[in-house]
């Protein structure tokens, strides 16, 4: 059982949009920056919202990043089947180090 | 551009100890606030950090995996080393290294990952 909590599965229609949730505790999240990794079929983890709300070059802006106290969210528009991926949250824990959500898997139907 | 890549064995046996390296580009473990960390993914499941070296050689390391784990450097090399001791089928999974600056808690690049089974 992963420390950040993250739904399974999110599903959405091309060019619709969905957001993803990411929920911790006081000692992670409520503290520190959280960040999002996409990770595509077979590939390797990539960062895509770091601090919280940034967006790292040759990220689109339709991928976004929020904070609020103990949760997060990422949020993507103009959806594209390409963006069909797992999704990770990550950030510091002062008792576990750095900590991952269990991932969310984006169908884009 | 940073690039990553982790080479060691696909395959160990049980209670055998695992040695991985993650060489690097791009960067320097000699240049403040750079660090390198390890993470593993078992088979269709979640991501696991496992432990972290920074440039100043302050290590972290997973709390539940602490006693099992050893990283080291060698920045003449731009390599990072991790050792995990007393290996089991469960530590079955792709194990990637990755780039983190100081402080950021982000992991800004990733290795391709490499897949180690545990089997007798």
């Known amino acids: 059982q992963s420390v950040l909590t993250q739904p399974p599965s999110v599903s959405a229609a091309p060019g619709q949009k969905v957001t993803i949730s990411c929920s911790g505790s006081?000692?992670?999240?409520?503290?520190?920056?959280v960040s999002w990794y996409q990770q595509l079929p077979g590939t390797a983890p990539k960062l895509i919202i770091h601090e919280n709300n940034n967006r790292p070059s040759g990220i689109p802006d339709r991928f976004s990043g929020s904070k609020s106290g103990t949760s997060a969210t990422l949020g993507i528009t103009g959806l594209q089947t390409g963006d069909e991926a797992d999704y990770y949250c990550g950030t510091w824990d002062t008792r576990l180090g750095w900590v991952f959500g269990g991932g969310t898997e984006l169908t884009v139907l | 551009q940073i690039t990553l890549k982790e080479s060691g064995p696909t395959l160990v046996k049980p209670t055998q100890t695992l040695t991985l390296t993650c060489s690097f580009s791009?960067?320097?473990?000699?240049?403040?606030?750079?660090?390198v960390g390890w993470i593993r993914q078992p088979p269709g499941k979640a991501l696991e950090w496992l432990a972290l070296?920074?440039?100043?050689?302050?290590?972290r390391y997973s709390p539940f995996l602490k006693s099992r784990l050893t990283i080291t450097k060698d920045t003449s090399k731009n390599q990072v080393v991790l050792t995990m001791t007393n290996m089991d089928p469960v530590d079955t999974a792709t194990y990637f290294c990755?780039?983190?600056?100081?402080?950021?808690?982000?992991?800004?690049?990733w290795g391709q990952g490499t897949l180690v089974t545990v089997s007798s």
């Open positions: 070296i920074y440039w100043n050689d302050d290590h």
């Open positions: 006081s000692s992670n999240m409520g503290k520190n920056y």
């Open positions: 990755a780039h983190e600056t100081y402080g950021s808690g982000s992991f800004y690049a």
């Open positions: 791009g960067i320097s473990l000699s240049t403040s606030a750079v660090g």
